[in-house]
């Protein structure tokens, strides 16, 4: 057989097909060794991304065990509620500890140091707050506490940043010797190598299809994982940070509080709104995410939605400039809130003064504008960010739209609700849709419906 094929085809073929196979033999073995390699490149990414997470969760629980001994100290908050704020405090710690020893384990020893130093302060406010002295504890917070923390996101990000780019030189490499194998294929192999090595290239791909698809079901049940911790988070976080917002709302409209304590609680007042609305922004986005998300309809006052949504921001000394006649719309009135203070929020710390928010309504529908005089985003930036992330998502949710323009110097987020039909002003809420609008000149008959805890 083999004298035979000689006489056929020649040894320049045979040595031709030959070398095609062997190429063709070590560029698949090279593409297993490639998609190896990225499948334990992206396992320390994932690795590398929870203990960023997990050290800015333990920042936020340890600052929160500082207030709750604060509010301790004063009588505002229970012995039961500080002793769970230090349980929780110590538990994050405990899980930065096991992701920061798995990263370490890549690192110098002068970056697993930075990772083990915010473990080591941690571990000092605790013991500083269980021990009563709570004013050195705030100390060893503000000041080594938070040089550990910013050193350990630095070091956290620049391994984040390294495992990406071996991520993606990973895949073009696997991309690469997928190219080679046809070259080959097409250059040299006869037709008895060309089945031969179709076969074997069709095994491998089918093998490297199982090994995509379990990657695959695993990253989905770590996100899954994930999105469930930001759940328990933000759920937990947001009833503390609703008592701390409230107590300090009503020190700060106690007229016996002045000077330095006033600054102070006005201080608390302000951070304590900004911390809820970042964990409702959370906990909403997730449940955006996964459509969890629900909607509960009735006649809402805009006009008091409104006053309510910038509450806060006036809370924290900000001029805010209302102009929003008596308007009720057919909506949600809890998420139609956490719009309109996203919104604010983002006029405030993005934009420039003044900040205004109007309120128009004409023939049915009704738009209402927060705009700002800052410097707006340019012509090819897009609205993105947490905060307006959450503030589209709801506006399709709730039936309106969510616009934004930029003249005359000041960017304006616009929100509007057009007309849903006559059924709306004439048979109430149970025949209207989400969006319906009308304005009345006096009350209505029927209970508001109420907008959630301020935030």
């Known amino acids: 057989m083999a004298s035979w094929l000689l006489r056929r085809i020649g040894k320049p073929a045979i040595a031709l097909a030959a070398f095609a ?3 063709a033999m070590a560029t698949v073995t090279a593409g297993s060794l490639a998609v190896t390699d990225l499948a334990a490149t992206a396992t320390q990414l994932d690795e590398t ?3 960023l997470g997990s050290a800015a969760v333990t920042r936020a629980a340890m600052a929160q065990a500082v207030v709750f001994a604060v509010d301790n100290a004063n009588g505002t908050a229970t012995d039961a509620a500080f002793v769970a704020a230090l349980a929780e405090a110590g538990g994050n710690l405990d899980a930065y500890n096991q992701l920061q020893t798995v990263v370490a384990e890549r690192l ?18 605790l013991d500083v707050l269980r021990a009563g002295d709570v004013e050195s504890a705030r100390a060893v917070l503000e000041g080594d506490f938070e040089s550990a923390y910013q050193s350990s996101v630095a070091v956290l990000a620049g391994e984040r940043a390294v495992l990406a780019t071996d991520v993606a030189s990973a895949r073009s490499l696997a991309g690469s010797t997928s190219t080679a194998i046809r070259l080959a294929v097409i250059l040299g192999l006869p037709a008895l190598v060309l089945l031969v090595g179709w076969s074997a290239h069709r095994r491998r791909l089918a093998q490297l299809q199982e090994t995509r698809r379990t990657d695959v079901e695993a990253a989905n049940d770590r ?18 940070l609703t008592s701390i917002y409230g107590l300090s709302d009503v020190l700060v409209q106690t007229k ?27 906990l ?8 969890t998300l629900t909607l509960e309809t009735g006649i809402v006052p805009l006009h008091e939605v409104v006053e309510e949504a910038v509450k806060p921001i006036r809370s924290a000394g900000l001029d805010i400039k209302v102009d929003c006649p ?12 956490q719009i309109l203070r996203n919104l604010v929020s983002n006029a405030v710390q993005h934009g420039a003064e003044p900040v205004v928010v109007a309120v128009t309504e004409s023939d049915g529908s009704v738009q209402c504008a927060v705009s700002d005089h800052g410097g707006g985003l340019g012509a090819t930036e897009p609205a993105t960010g947490r905060g307006l992330d959450v503030a589209n998502g709801l506006a399709g949710l ?26 709306a002003a004439n048979s109430g809420v149970q025949d209207a849709a989400p969006g319906a609008v009308r304005t009345v000149p006096q009350p209505l008959s029927e209970e508001p419906v109420g907008t959630g805890n301020p935030s």
């Open 223 to 240: 996100i899954e994982r994930m999105r469930e911790m930001l759940l328990a988070i933000s759920h937990r976080l947001r009833t503390p």
């Open 108 to 125: 110098s020893a002068g970056h697993q140091g930075e990772l083990s130093g915010l473990s080591s302060y941690g571990g000092a406010v």
């Open 326 to 337: 008596e308007v009720w719309v057919l909506s949600d009135g809890p998420k139609l809130r």
């Open 256 to 282: 016996r509080i002045q000077g330095l304590d006033r600054e102070l609680v006005t201080l608390i007042n302000a951070e304590s709104a900004n911390l809820h609305r970042i964990a409702e922004d959370v």
């Open 21 to 23: 196979a062997i190429v």
């Open 49 to 51: 991304d929870l203990a």
């Open 398 to 423: 709730i039936g309106a739209t969510l616009d934004q323009t930029r003249a005359d110097g000041m960017t304006t987020f616009t929100l509007s609700w057009s007309e849903s039909g006559e059924a």
């Open 284 to 291: 909403t986005a997730t449940q955006l995410e996964a459509g």
